[in-house]
């Protein structure tokens, strides 16, 4: 059973630079070597007081955005406090994982949808990435 968080509606979120969270995806995309995403174009935040049920979450750039502001593709991903930090390492990698599954290949500042049929399933995608990175580690144990 979830323990009952306290929220004060007076208050919104607050957001807060998240440098391990950030250190910790860019160990994760280091593992995916196959991937050519841009590490610096990936930011993170740890949210307090958010009314959600996730545990984290990642925004996109959007393209109208992105030439509005003349900026490049960018991502944001926000992990929740007070449900993320209490989790394990394996889990919060898995959540990581999950939120990276989001970004496309092409690194656009498009967010890829939760499709659960067919060759583009999202969830299979995620545990493709979560195997991945397992096996990565076990090799780097290995080799030490």
């Not at 979830?2 to 929220?7: A, D, N, P, R, T």
């Not at 004060?8 to 070597?33: F, H, S, T």
Request: aromatic letters at 10%.
């Amino acid at each position: 059973m979830q323990k009952s968080l306290k929220y004060n509606r007076n208050r919104g979120i607050d957001w807060q630079d998240a440098p391990d969270v950030k250190k910790r995806v860019g160990v994760l995309l280091d593992k995916l070597d196959n991937v050519g995403f841009n590490k610096v174009r990936i930011f993170c935040f740890r949210s307090t007081s958010a009314r959600t049920r996730a545990i984290a979450r990642i925004w996109g750039f959007s393209k109208i955005w992105q030439l509005a502001l003349r900026q490049k593709p960018a991502y944001v991903i926000e992990v929740i406090s007070e449900k993320f930090d209490y989790l394990p390492e394996k889990d919060k990698d898995s959540v990581l994982l999950h939120e990276i599954a989001h970004i496309p290949n092409n690194f656009s500042g498009a967010l890829v949808p939760h499709i659960r049929r067919g060759k583009r399933n999202f969830y299979n995608r995620v545990k493709r990435l979560v195997a991945y990175t397992k096996v990565k580690r076990l090799i780097s144990l290995n080799n030490r």
